[in-house]
């Protein structure tokens, strides 16, 4: 049973994010938008029970739950408190998490397979360069992001956890990932789905 460190505040004034003292997962990461998504997780399901919870998302030793701005936070804090208090550990669910299927919020996989040789090597560049620079910043704030697809020189990026509804992703993270992909190809176009 992960016991809560410390509820940090995130950029998203509807999201916070639990720090926790033991693992939920062991790098897996959870993301879910809406409750038909979480079917299958209890610790999901649990927290999508209480209202104004819109998306959760974890992932190690954190989890962000983000809300419809309706909710007081000191309550709804108390209330999210108890599943993930609940929640089994990593140590309990490895097996279980390893085996699931995607977390795409869509289902949908990107084939990279369709991809030609120089696409493969500008797609590695593109991963390399948002785990190295973006990432990290987005995931200390309670979000992500993975690449959806390339296509021709559009890059569609999905913003995960406290990042999924928060105004400066959509505007100032999205802009500075376009630069730095540009850095790759100057023609690059990076859209959010």
């Given amino acids: 049973m992960p016991r809560i460190a410390e ?7 509807n999201a916070r994010k639990f720090v926790l003292r033991e693992p939920l997962s062991y ?8 409750p038909g998504q979480a079917k299958g997780d209890p610790l999901a399901e649990a ?9 959760v998302f974890y992932v ?3 989890i962000t739950v983000t809300q419809d701005g ?3 936070w000191p309550e709804l804090l108390r209330e999210l408190a108890v599943p993930i208090r609940d929640a089994p550990s990593a140590l309990e669910r490895s097996t279980e998490l390893i085996n699931r299927d995607s977390d795409r919020p869509d289902g949908a996989t990107f ?9 493969r090597e500008k797609l590695d560049l593109i991963r390399q360069l948002l785990d190295e620079r973006v990432r990290p910043y987005l995931q200390g704030d309670g979000g992500d992001l993975y ?10 990026v999905h913003y995960q956890g ?3 509804s928060c105004p400066s992703s959509i505007s100032g993270t999205l802009a500075g990932i376009e630069g730095m992909v540009r850095e790759i190809d100057p023609e690059m176009e990076v859209v959010a789905v």
Avoid: M, Q, R
């Avoid at 927290?47 to 998306?55: E, G, K, R």
């Avoid at 690449?147 to 020189?153: I, P, T």
């Fill in 162 to 164: 406290a990042c999924g």
């Fill in 147 to 156: 690449v959806l697809g390339l296509e021709d020189n559009v890059l569609k």
């Fill in 27 to 34: 790098g897996v990461t959870k993301s879910y938008e809406n």
């Fill in 47 to 55: 927290l999508f029970s209480i209202p104004h919870v819109t998306n």
């Fill in 111 to 119: 084939d990279e397979s369709k991809l030609s040789p120089a696409e």
């Fill in 60 to 62: 190690d030793h954190w």
């Fill in 70 to 72: 309706k909710a007081h």
């Fill in 7 to 13: 509820i940090e505040f995130t950029p998203n004034p």
